[in-house]
């Protein structure tokens, strides 16, 4: 078992991902709005609206008082609110709250859809935030299976690789490469259209080197070191390139939650990284998880 004073890193990495992507998408649905309006402004909505008795007026609103789809929608942010905080209180044989967290990674799942279908149906826009949706689970089975348990382990590199192929997809060239990908790099690094292109391009191909490497055993712990370098990296670069000491609050409360909410792009490939930083013992790997009655500190 884990010795009482010492701290569980790869799994905190795990919990401290989840924790911080649902603290980064609360504050989205508080602040501003979820990204739901491309799933719910169809015909087929509607229509199912009016089996329910609902009026256009109620249902979209009237322009004075919000309808029943902005109404709920205001509402959602309770759950990511909640699903933060089960990041901080789930435990080993916490199964209720371990349930809470897989629907919480549907909540995930369902924002990525929307994002894909406002992107019109690109798929790296998609499996881009594999990271994101997957890092629930991941803190689920690392408490469940074990931290080193292999189903943890591959889910966690499959994380990685969506995120990064996704990424990589966009930067490289394969699909458009979004405006704000120039924009950012044009801000931070002082550069001209031509020179950010062509670094984009580097960036995208290592995305991929990414992808491949950390499946080679040789390779797989440097490429794990940048991936996380690189994630923490792209996930500051937008409040870094949007705030400013002009702005109210200096502009973090526009900001800072879109660095927050890709904590999970530094920390999965990190939590990786230090699995395979130190080699395992030739005790039972699983033993090593912290058990029920250990503070939170020790994970």
């Given at each position: 078992m884990t010795p009482p004073n010492r701290i569980n890193l790869p799994t905190l990495c795990l919990?401290?991902?989840a924790f911080l992507c649902?603290?980064?998408w609360t504050w989205i649905h508080?602040?501003?709005?979820?990204?739901?309006g491309v799933l719910l402004w169809h015909d087929a909505t509607f229509e199912f609206a009016s089996r329910l008795g609902l009026t256009w007026e109620e249902f979209v609103?009237?322009?004075?008082?919000?309808?029943?789809v902005q109404q709920w929608i205001a509402k959602l942010w309770w759950l990511y609110l909640a699903c933060t905080l089960l990041t901080l209180t789930v435990r080993q044989?916490?199964?209720l709250q371990m349930i809470g967290l897989v629907l919480g990674s549907g909540l995930l799942v369902v924002l990525s859809y929307a994002a894909y279908v406002a992107s019109q149906n690109q798929l790296p826009m998609f499996i881009e935030h594999g990271g994101q949706m997957l890092s629930p689970i991941l803190l689920v089975m690392a408490l469940?299976?074990?931290?080193?348990?292999?189903?943890?382990?591959?889910?966690?590199?499959?994380a990685v690789i969506l995120t990064f192929a996704g990424h990589g997809s966009y930067a490289l060239g394969l699909w458009p490469t979004p405006g704000n990908f120039y924009a950012m790099t044009t801000l931070i690094l002082g550069v001209e259209y031509p020179t950010a292109q062509t670094m984009l391009r580097i960036a995208g191909v290592l995305d991929f080197v990414v992808c491949i490497g950390i499946c080679i055993p040789y390779l797989r712990r440097p490429a794990a070191l940048y991936a996380s370098i690189w994630g923490f990296l792209t996930a500051i670069a937008r409040p870094v390139a949007g705030m400013s000491w002009g702005l109210n609050y200096?502009?973090?409360?526009?900001?800072?939650?879109?660095?927050v909410l890709?904590?999970?792009?530094c920390l999965i490939p990190l939590y990786l990284f230090l699995l395979w930083r130190q080699p395992p013992s030739t005790d039972n790997l699983d033993k090593l998880e912290p058990t029920d009655s250990e503070p939170m500190g020790n994970e």
């Open positions: 919990r401290l991902g649902f603290a980064g508080y602040y501003w709005e979820g990204p739901y609103g009237d322009g004075i008082n919000d309808g029943f044989r916490s199964w469940a299976l074990g931290a080193r348990h292999r189903v943890t382990v591959i889910t966690a590199i499959v200096w502009g973090a409360d526009q900001y800072l939650h879109e660095a890709r904590a999970p792009h």
